[in-house]
């Protein structure tokens, strides 16, 4: 009776370990770790380490999948993208084959959907994006219901449900009809609940999560204090995660920081084990551009053009190349650095439109708004105050040039927390600018909103986010419109 007793024993046990099932165990754990911090070389040994141990277990197609999208986000090579982007579906089938009294099974069909309307977004395939993006959503809202115990949920819905709320107003009724419910508050909060979480599965997507709640802060919220404060006091570690400090270094860079962008960037670890991407020249370009450091720059975004094999912000680092030219006086080289704007790259984000656009209409930037411009962006207020002090309007000639200067004395004064002028220099800009297609006083618009909702004078700001979502056919409109979206959101509540 004992042999037939372990006899059974053994069968069923094997038996058991030959089911496709979901072990999120330390070893797994550790791959997901040296994913999230861009190890995908390493991370794929693993991998295929531990799948000839246990190649049943249905995790490991989850971490291929993490791999696949990282690697396609950052380099957008294309020919990463034809061996990559049929995987996603064939994973996803093998996925469907798994326990579904599991609550990894729509977690990870979720993910897998959502992995895959990523890359389809960054290769321009928005209808297929749109798609998985549904799947996906459909998928996490079902896995929140069946398993609200298990955290992992409130970060993908969390962001979904965020993203789905910046919608405008108009388009809520249709996205509520199709059973879409979002709202940002509620989002940004479940997002944040897992960061916080300290039960058993609250290591198991914590790496996006601090990638990804600074991003839902600063665009969704527009709280630019809070979202610093929250990257400075959470337990980064960006010299070994190259993820969360591409994600530090960005928003820095964006809003007025390069010298801490600098210092993130260069002091970076590096080795075989790290997937090589060329952002890092670009990033570190775009720095030197803002420190006036024209040379380094444009070592830098050279290197990026030479080394990256996408399309994303080729255009902008072509005429940022320009514009050092022009600066140095090189007009020559500025010319022939403004043809390859035209030539290379696409349009799809909105510094490479504006990019073309500027090289296509042929006009040169006026060399002090230019130089006031860089050393704003850069954090040099006082610089870039200097560079324009004893100017006045009547010292530009054309309407774009008296807009910008408007423009520029806002943005420095809002920079440099004298609210007074800039409300003053932004509404003059609002004045000169509001027939022009430059993004000035559609950005000026925004502003005005931002500050006066900062008073709580909501009825205010809610006008002239209106005003900024009513400006046609100008650049950054994208980015510019989904900010003043989510502050009319804001103030309505």
């Not at 977004?121 to 209808?127: K, V």
């Not at 993130?264 to 890092?280: Q, T, V």
């Not at 100008?474 to 989510?486: E, G, L, Y």
Request: a positive charge; aromatic letters at 14%; proline letters at 3%.
């Amino acid at each position: 009776m004992k042999s037939i007793a372990v006899l059974l024993f053994l069968f069923w046990s094997n038996l058991i370990l030959g089911q496709p099932q979901y072990n999120w165990n330390d070893k797994v754990q550790t791959i997901y770790e040296s994913i999230t911090a861009l190890k995908i070389p390493e991370a794929r040994k693993l991998i295929a380490i531990e799948k000839s141990i246990n190649s049943d277990n249905l995790v490991y197609p989850v971490l291929d999948s993490y791999a696949d999208l990282y690697q396609l986000f950052f380099n957008e090579n294309s020919n990463d993208y034809k061996i990559f982007y049929p995987q996603f579906e064939k994973r996803i089938d093998v996925l469907k084959k798994g326990p579904k009294n599991s609550p990894f099974y729509l977690y990870s069909l979720g993910l897998l959907h959502l992995h895959k309307a990523i890359a389809a977004i960054r290769f321009d395939r928005n209808l297929d994006a749109a798609l998985e993006f549904r799947k996906a959503y459909f998928n996490f809202k079902e896995n929140i219901q069946l398993y609200p115990r298990f955290t992992p949920n409130n970060l993908y819905f969390g962001v979904l449900t965020t993203i789905i709320g910046s919608a405008p107003a108009n388009y809520q009724w249709m996205l509520n009809f199709l059973g879409f419910n979002g709202n940002i508050v509620k989002g940004n909060e479940l997002v944040l609940s897992y960061i916080n979480s300290k039960d058993e599965f609250s290591k198991i997507c914590l790496n996006e999560a601090l990638l990804i709640y600074p991003y839902l802060i600063m665009n969704f919220e527009g709280d630019t204090k809070k979202t610093f404060d929250f990257i400075e006091h959470a337990n980064y570690d960006f010299k070994k995660n190259h993820i969360h400090a591409y994600m530090a270094t960005n928003l820095y860079l964006n809003h007025q920081q390069s010298t801490k962008a600098l210092e993130i960037a260069n002091g970076l670890e590096f080795s075989s084990a790290y997937l090589n991407i060329p952002f890092w020249n670009y990033e570190k370009g775009f720095a030197y551009l803002n420190q006036m450091k024209l040379d380094l720059a444009q070592k830098e975004l050279l290197e990026f053009i030479k080394k990256f094999k996408g399309n994303f912000y080729i255009k902008d680092a072509y005429e940022k190349l320009s514009w050092i030219a022009y600066l140095q006086n090189d007009m020559k080289q500025a010319n022939e650095f403004r043809n390859e704007v035209i030539i290379h790259g696409s349009q799809i984000t909105d510094a490479d439109k504006l990019a073309y656009q500027n090289a296509i209409a042929g006009v040169w930037p006026n060399i002090l708004l230019l130089k006031a411009r860089i050393l704003s962006d850069g954090g040099f207020q006082k610089q870039a105050l200097s560079t324009l002090s004893d100017k006045t309007t009547l010292d530009f000639q054309s309407l774009a040039d008296k807009a910008e200067f408007s423009y520029r004395l806002a943005r420095i004064h809002d920079l440099m927390g004298d609210e007074a002028q800039a409300i003053k220099y932004y509404k003059s800009t609002l004045i000169k600018g509001a027939n022009l297609p430059a993004y000035f006083a559609s950005r000026a618009a925004l502003q005005l909103g931002l500050l006066y909702e900062s008073h709580k004078n909501f009825q205010e700001a809610l006008d002239y986010y209106s005003i900024c979502l009513g400006m046609k056919n100008h650049a950054f409109k994208n980015s510019i419109d989904q900010k003043a979206k989510s502050g009319m959101l804001r103030c309505k509540k």
